[in-house]
């Protein structure tokens, strides 16, 4: 009997296609596992997606690595004609194929997001060889869903997912890496959108996920999030360094062709900047407040922090820190000399963030509660519109477990991560220089400052001390706890900085021996 066009798909790819699928996955942005030794991929399902003419379906893959660890991942596949030698998004000639058909890459068919599209909002469920996909639209989203797609526009700005434009109405966000659970995102999402009044995060229109059919106990994983599209001008980041730009040309002419000390210049050109941020901390207070607001449901309610709690959160940070201060006593002496480092130094460092991160104490006597928060909080995940800032990308670090981003913590470690993106952005703008001078070195430092106050002060005046139940007692507290969750960004920063870019090394060194005041000198 002639095999169908799936089973075509899934014998092309193994075998010989095998390699090529290999090779192809480690080129892509999306796959986690770079630098792993792999030891196999293979396709586990595929499911067909219904939408136009042609053979479109989604791939779920296992990715074995030596050792036995796995991982799972979806990817879009289409069966068509090769356009030349240098089409890479080929990857293996169809077998049994008389008319020379490939399997290729379709992240970049139109006609396979709609696919998508469709089985979300028509709550589709769809069969594939051992599972299914399930789609699940929200009551909220009826009436963006039933309108007819035009145009799907794929960005390119991801790396862990892929995310797709339909219409400049709804975006989907293909969640790359299948793990079952509930995925972050979604949930976050949906409990803002329909159990609060938050309005400053993107309204949650449906999602689609994967049952794999193996076992009844497994979770389906969440494979799509459709959300109503928000118009903007750019990320928090992109707007905060176009910026940081104009403050250095115009502040440099302010303080040496007019005289004006550093605070005027930055008062005169960032005024309206500031603004705008003080606006982003009453946002991020808001959201806070809102993650707090209800005992329904479970994953939700606000619960109070234990000292097990605050046992458990320093340890993981004092084990993080032995190692970050390992790898910094392993660099070559050229590259401790550039970031202004010596062994003495990283022992004294080491000394003094143990001791700050005592300062997570006053969680459990505060009687402060955890809840659920964003997770991975900086100026990337702000979408800056005509009126304000909106929050994207509940879905937390992607490298950490799903059940580590779904935990409930301290809120004040969302403040921490966008203060440290504050210092970075100061940072990045003055690296953007071929040379910097200590006007504009000057202008950074004064900026940094008058943008943490007000960016705090938004946050304090909607989510306040003694009366937020996710907060201590005093402001003086909550300023204490932030600078600890900050000092762990920093060590975080510091180690990615070490494997990824040592030219970067001293950012997060100098946000570090700053927070530590002259503890670590």
Not at 161 to 179: A, G, H, P, Q
Not at 238 to 259: F, I, M, N, Q
Not at 384 to 406: H, S
Request: proline share 4%; with cysteine.
């Amino acid at each position: 009997m002639p095999q169908g066009w799936i089973e075509q798909v899934l014998a092309s790819l193994g075998g010989q296609g095998q390699r090529s699928l290999i090779e192809f996955v480690q080129r892509q942005r999306w796959f986690g596992g770079k630098g792993k030794p792999l030891a196999d991929v293979h396709v586990v399902d595929a499911v067909e997606l219904f939408h136009g003419t042609g053979r479109r379906l989604l791939a779920l893959m296992c990715v074995e690595y030596r050792g036995g660890a796995q991982e799972r991942y979806v990817m879009p596949l289409t069966i068509r004609p090769r356009t030349g030698q240098d089409d890479t998004r080929a990857l293996v000639e169809l077998s049994q194929s008389s008319t020379h058909e490939w399997v290729c890459d379709a992240t970049g068919d139109e006609e396979i997001w709609m696919g998508l599209y469709d089985g979300v909002a028509q709550g589709r469920k769809l069969a594939g060889q051992t599972g299914c996909l399930m789609g699940r639209p929200l009551p909220q989203g009826r009436e963006d869903l039933t309108k007819a797609v035009r145009e799907a526009k794929v960005l390119s700005a991801e790396q862990s997912n892929t995310s797709v434009i339909f219409d400049r109405r709804v975006i989907l966000k293909l969640i790359r890496k299948l793990e079952a659970g509930i995925n972050p995102d979604s949930e976050v999402l949906e409990f803002l959108t329909t159990q609060t009044t938050c309005r400053d995060v993107p309204a949650l229109l449906g999602v689609m996920t994967y049952d794999d059919g193996l076992s009844d106990q497994a979770q389906p994983a969440t494979v799509a999030v459709l959300q109503r599209f928000v118009p903007n001008v750019g990320d928090g980041w992109s707007y905060t360094l176009a910026h940081l730009g104009t403050l250095l040309d115009e502040g440099c002419k302010a303080v040496t062709e007019r005289g004006d000390n550093l605070s005027k210049a930055v008062t005169a050109i960032s005024g309206p900047f500031l603004a705008q941020l003080r606006r982003l901390g009453e946002i991020t207070g808001g959201l806070h407040v809102a993650l707090a607001s209800r005992q329904e449901p479970e994953a939700f309610r606000p619960e109070p922090i234990t000292l097990h709690d605050v046992d458990l959160w320093q340890a993981g940070m004092k084990k993080h820190l032995t190692e970050v201060c390992h790898d910094l006593r392993a660099l070559q002496p050229e590259q401790q000399t550039a970031a202004g480092l010596t062994g003495d130094d990283v022992t004294r460092l080491e000394t003094a963030c143990r001791d700050r991160f005592g300062d997570l104490q006053l969680l459990s006597r505060a009687k402060a509660s955890k809840i659920r928060h964003h997770g991975d909080y900086h100026l990337g995940q702000v979408l800056k519109t005509n009126d304000g800032f909106v929050v994207i990308d509940f879905e937390g670090e992607p490298a950490r477990p799903l059940e580590e981003r779904r935990a409930k913590v301290c809120p004040l470690k969302d403040v921490g991560g966008m203060l440290r993106s504050f210092n970075y952005a100061a940072h990045a703008s003055l690296k953007q220089r071929a040379t910097v001078s200590a006007t504009e070195s000057g202008l950074m430092t004064e900026w940094e400052g008058a943008t943490r106050a007000s960016f705090l002060d938004g946050y304090r005046s909607v989510a306040k001390p003694g009366q937020a139940v996710c907060l201590p007692a005093t402001w003086e507290e909550a300023l204490r706890v932030i600078q600890v969750y900050e000092l762990d960004k920093a060590l975080y920063e510091l180690r990615y900085e070490m494997r990824n870019r040592p030219d970067w090394l001293s950012i997060p060194l100098q946000g570090i021996l700053g927070l530590m005041g002259n503890a670590a000198e």
